[in-house]
Protein backbone atom coordinates (compact mmCIF):
# COMPACT_ATOMS: atom_id res chain seq x y z
CA UNK A 1 0.00 0.00 0.00
CA UNK A 2 1.42 3.17 -1.29
CA UNK A 3 2.45 5.51 2.31
CA UNK A 4 0.33 9.14 2.11
CA UNK A 5 1.81 12.07 1.00
CA UNK A 6 2.07 14.68 3.70
CA UNK A 7 5.55 16.33 3.22
CA UNK A 8 6.37 17.63 -0.32
CA UNK A 9 9.60 19.30 -0.71
CA UNK A 10 9.52 21.67 -3.95
CA UNK A 11 13.05 22.58 -4.83
CA UNK A 12 13.34 26.29 -7.23
CA UNK A 13 16.30 28.32 -8.72
CA UNK A 14 13.60 31.44 -9.02
CA UNK A 15 13.61 30.86 -12.39
CA UNK A 16 10.54 30.71 -15.38
CA UNK A 17 11.44 27.33 -15.63
CA UNK A 18 11.02 25.97 -11.61
CA UNK A 19 7.76 27.34 -12.06
CA UNK A 20 6.24 23.99 -13.10
CA UNK A 21 7.59 22.26 -10.84
CA UNK A 22 6.71 24.18 -7.66
CA UNK A 23 2.85 24.78 -9.19
CA UNK A 24 2.47 21.27 -9.73
CA UNK A 25 3.64 20.38 -5.85
CA UNK A 26 1.31 23.33 -4.81
CA UNK A 27 -1.54 21.93 -6.99
CA UNK A 28 -0.58 18.03 -5.51
CA UNK A 29 -0.78 19.27 -1.99
CA UNK A 30 -3.58 21.18 -2.47
CA UNK A 31 -5.59 17.67 -3.52
CA UNK A 32 -3.64 15.55 -1.02
CA UNK A 33 -3.60 17.69 2.12
CA UNK A 34 0.29 17.60 2.01
CA UNK A 35 2.54 20.70 3.25
CA UNK A 36 5.09 21.60 0.51
CA UNK A 37 8.53 23.22 1.48
CA UNK A 38 9.90 25.44 -1.27
CA UNK A 39 13.57 25.21 -0.92
CA UNK A 40 16.15 27.61 -2.51
CA UNK A 41 19.88 27.10 -1.75
CA UNK A 42 22.12 29.78 -2.60
CA UNK A 43 24.48 28.02 -4.50
CA UNK A 44 28.18 28.43 -2.11
CA UNK A 45 29.93 28.38 -5.69
CA UNK A 46 28.75 32.26 -6.57
CA UNK A 47 29.90 33.45 -3.00
CA UNK A 48 33.44 32.02 -3.98
CA UNK A 49 35.95 35.12 -4.42
CA UNK A 50 39.32 35.27 -4.75
CA UNK A 51 41.08 38.35 -3.25
CA UNK A 52 44.62 38.26 -3.77
CA UNK A 53 46.65 39.51 -0.63
CA UNK A 54 43.99 39.37 2.05
CA UNK A 55 44.27 37.33 5.29
CA UNK A 56 42.23 34.46 5.43
CA UNK A 57 40.46 35.91 8.09
CA UNK A 58 39.29 39.15 6.02
CA UNK A 59 38.39 37.09 3.50
CA UNK A 60 35.68 34.58 5.70
CA UNK A 61 34.29 37.54 7.17
CA UNK A 62 33.76 39.07 3.63
CA UNK A 63 31.90 36.11 2.72
CA UNK A 64 30.01 35.57 5.67
CA UNK A 65 28.87 39.00 5.08
CA UNK A 66 27.84 38.12 1.67
CA UNK A 67 26.17 35.05 2.24
CA UNK A 68 24.29 36.45 4.74
CA UNK A 69 23.09 40.08 2.58
CA UNK A 70 22.60 37.20 -0.24
CA UNK A 71 20.75 34.92 2.11
CA UNK A 72 18.38 38.00 3.13
CA UNK A 73 17.86 39.30 -0.35
CA UNK A 74 16.81 35.72 -1.62
CA UNK A 75 14.11 34.98 1.21
CA UNK A 76 12.43 38.29 -0.22
CA UNK A 77 13.39 37.11 -3.94
CA UNK A 78 11.40 33.62 -3.06
CA UNK A 79 8.25 35.19 -1.32
CA UNK A 80 8.17 37.55 -4.20
CA UNK A 81 8.37 34.35 -6.53
CA UNK A 82 5.78 32.61 -4.38
CA UNK A 83 3.27 35.77 -4.43
CA UNK A 84 3.73 36.49 -7.94
CA UNK A 85 3.17 33.39 -9.59
CA UNK A 86 1.07 31.16 -7.06
CA UNK A 87 -1.02 33.45 -5.52
CA UNK A 88 -4.04 31.46 -6.27
CA UNK A 89 -2.55 28.62 -4.56
CA UNK A 90 -1.36 30.36 -1.22
CA UNK A 91 -4.26 30.55 0.49
CA UNK A 92 -4.93 26.72 0.30
CA UNK A 93 -1.54 25.20 0.68
CA UNK A 94 0.78 25.32 4.42
CA UNK A 95 3.43 26.52 3.05
CA UNK A 96 7.29 26.77 4.31
CA UNK A 97 9.65 28.93 2.78
CA UNK A 98 13.51 27.91 3.25
CA UNK A 99 16.62 29.65 2.00
CA UNK A 100 19.81 28.21 2.83
CA UNK A 101 23.58 27.99 1.90
CA UNK A 102 24.91 24.67 -0.14
CA UNK A 103 25.45 22.99 -3.50
CA UNK A 104 22.11 22.65 -5.13
CA UNK A 105 22.03 19.11 -5.70
CA UNK A 106 23.26 17.80 -2.60
CA UNK A 107 21.61 20.28 -0.19
CA UNK A 108 18.06 19.36 -1.93
CA UNK A 109 18.85 15.30 -0.90
CA UNK A 110 19.91 16.48 2.28
CA UNK A 111 16.92 18.41 3.35
CA UNK A 112 14.59 16.17 1.95
CA UNK A 113 16.28 13.12 4.17
CA UNK A 114 16.61 15.83 7.48
CA UNK A 115 12.97 17.02 6.63
CA UNK A 116 11.23 13.39 6.20
CA UNK A 117 9.60 14.33 2.86
CA UNK A 118 7.76 12.02 0.97
CA UNK A 119 8.19 13.40 -2.24
CA UNK A 120 10.19 15.53 -4.22
CA UNK A 121 8.53 17.86 -6.80
CA UNK A 122 11.17 19.39 -9.18
CA UNK A 123 11.32 20.85 -12.50
CA UNK A 124 13.13 18.85 -15.39
CA UNK A 125 15.43 21.79 -15.90
CA UNK A 126 16.10 25.50 -14.33
CA UNK A 127 18.45 28.08 -14.98
CA UNK A 128 20.95 26.47 -16.89
CA UNK A 129 18.63 24.10 -18.91
CA UNK A 130 17.01 24.50 -22.04
CA UNK A 131 14.28 23.21 -23.75
CA UNK A 132 16.04 20.28 -25.74
CA UNK A 133 17.37 18.70 -22.52
CA UNK A 134 15.46 15.88 -20.84
CA UNK A 135 16.55 16.69 -17.31
CA UNK A 136 19.10 19.22 -16.01
CA UNK A 137 22.05 17.64 -14.16
CA UNK A 138 20.73 19.16 -10.81
CA UNK A 139 17.54 16.85 -11.38
CA UNK A 140 19.22 14.24 -12.48
CA UNK A 141 21.53 14.29 -9.03
CA UNK A 142 18.76 14.77 -7.12
CA UNK A 143 16.77 11.42 -8.81
CA UNK A 144 19.61 9.39 -8.74
CA UNK A 145 20.68 10.00 -4.92
CA UNK A 146 17.08 11.20 -3.09
CA UNK A 147 15.96 9.24 -0.36
CA UNK A 148 12.46 9.64 -1.02
CA UNK A 149 10.51 9.13 -4.84
CA UNK A 150 11.34 12.12 -7.05
CA UNK A 151 8.57 13.54 -9.64
CA UNK A 152 10.01 15.13 -12.19
CA UNK A 153 7.81 18.08 -14.14
CA UNK A 154 9.07 19.06 -17.45
CA UNK A 155 7.99 23.39 -17.82
CA UNK A 156 6.37 23.24 -21.01
CA UNK A 157 3.90 20.07 -19.80
CA UNK A 158 2.85 22.30 -16.54
CA UNK A 159 -0.50 23.67 -18.04
CA UNK A 160 -1.63 20.24 -19.03
CA UNK A 161 -0.81 18.29 -16.00
CA UNK A 162 -2.00 21.24 -13.80
CA UNK A 163 -5.26 20.37 -15.49
CA UNK A 164 -5.04 16.91 -14.90
CA UNK A 165 -4.44 17.28 -12.02
CA UNK A 166 -7.07 20.16 -10.52
CA UNK A 167 -10.10 18.11 -12.64
CA UNK A 168 -9.50 14.87 -10.24
CA UNK A 169 -8.77 17.14 -7.01
Not at 78 to 101: C, G, Q, Y
Not at 149 to 162: D, G, K, S
Request: proline residues 3%; glycine residues 6%; aromatic residues 6%.
Amino acid sequence: MMNQIKNILAPTDLSESSQAGVRYALNLARAVGAEVTVYYVVNWRDLAQHHDGEEERVRINAAFQQYERLRKSRQLALARFLNTHFSDLIPWVKIREKVELGVPEKSIVEWAKTDGADLVVISSCGKGGSADQFVGSITAEVVQNSCCPVLTIRPEAEEIENRQLTATG
